[in-house]
């Protein structure tokens, strides 16, 4: 399947002109494909076959380590627990989810991890700490080249404290085959939203369903399908990457449809450390372009984004 996002290679030695086709993407879209990642695809298939394991787990063992506000929403999340678009009346989404978050830091001893019993799933968190290290390196490296993208130093995000104890949360879905339909509204496997972030770096197993909206004010919305590519990242500027760099980065409205069939993802949020300053950068403003938000502490504004999302 063709597809009308740009695919960045990682690999390339040149990091200059890597950063600009970042830029361009991230103007325009705000999602593109990252590719020769150093992620191998070997892995990427334990993590979904680990997912897959859990998910099919007795719902009764899945709920014995539910996520739960507002200590934290690590664990397992069940149907319907959240709705994305806080403005829709109907049930909530159809996807389950599982949340893991930093292994080492400050982050990790205030919201311990839960994870499966060994017993049941001898290799599951072996695997998916071995995933999160990777994911985060990759994710460091593409904030290195977004801050090129920026005309500041590579070493921008690390400087002003956003990295060193980083909020980045894990997270595996699934979507089910068959959909409990609503006959007030239409039901969603992830309804309407912008991701709450700096950086979502995204893997499906290959089954459609994920859309991108790229005007969000022109009513009616037009949606166009983002297939995935073997072995690479989809990743996506969040709306904290928007607030800091003016509006200049998009984050783009994006949703999952229901399409018969289930699907698996897993999606990886990097966010800064909760006490860093999201404010205004200097290259994304001027005299005639002045700051359009106030600065805020990364992990007020998310823990804010969160509340609203799980409110209903
Ligand atoms: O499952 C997907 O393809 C997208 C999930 C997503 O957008 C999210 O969890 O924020
Ligand atoms: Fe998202």
């Not at 993590?47 to 859990?54: C, I």
């Not at 595996?172 to 309804?191: F, K, M, N, Q």
């Amino acid at each position: 399947m063709g597809t009308f996002l740009p695919i960045i290679d990682l690999s390339l030695p040149e990091k200059t002109s890597t950063a600009k086709l970042i830029r361009r993407a991230c103007l325009e879209h705000g999602f593109f494909y990252v590719k020769n990642h150093g992620i191998s695809e070997e892995l990427m298939e334990r993590v979904f076959k680990e997912s897959k394991a859990f998910f099919n787990l007795p719902l009764e063992e899945r709920l014995t380590i539910m996520g739960l506000l507002p200590r934290a929403l690590l664990g397992y999340t069940p149907l319907f627990a959240e709705k994305l678009d806080t403005s829709l009346s109907s049930i909530g989404d159809s996807k389950e989810s599982f949340y893991f978050a930093p292994l080492e830091g400050v982050l990790a001893q205030r919201y311990p991890n839960q994870w499966p019993s060994e017993d049941l799933l001898p290799s599951w968190r072996q695997t998916m700490e071995c995933y999160y290290k990777n994911v985060l390196s990759v994710g460091r490296k593409l904030l290195g080249l977004i801050a090129l993208a920026l005309d500041l130093d590579e070493d921008f995000f690390k400087q002003v404290g956003a990295l060193d104890d980083p909020a980045a949360v894990a997270r595996l879905l699934r979507y089910p085959g068959e959909v409990v339909s609503s006959d007030v509204e239409e039901t969603y496997g992830a309804s309407a939203h912008s991701d709450y972030g700096m950086l979502t770096l995204l893997l499906t197993d290959g089954v459609p369903g994920l859309q991108v909206c790229k005007d969000k004010s022109k009513k009616p919305r037009i949606w166009e399908d983002v297939p995935g590519i073997r072995g690479a990242f989809i990743v996506n500027i969040g709306d904290m990457m928007e607030r800091w760099t003016n509006g200049l980065f998009r984050s783009t409205l994006h949703r999952v449809m229901p399409v018969g069939k289930e699907r698996y993802s897993v999606a990886f949020f990097l966010d800064p450390n909760p006490d860093c300053n999201v404010e205004c950068l200097e290259s994304c403003c001027s005299e005639t372009c002045p700051p359009r938000f106030p600065p805020i502490l990364a992990g007020d504004y998310i823990m804010e984004r969160f509340r609203l999302t799980y409110a209903s």
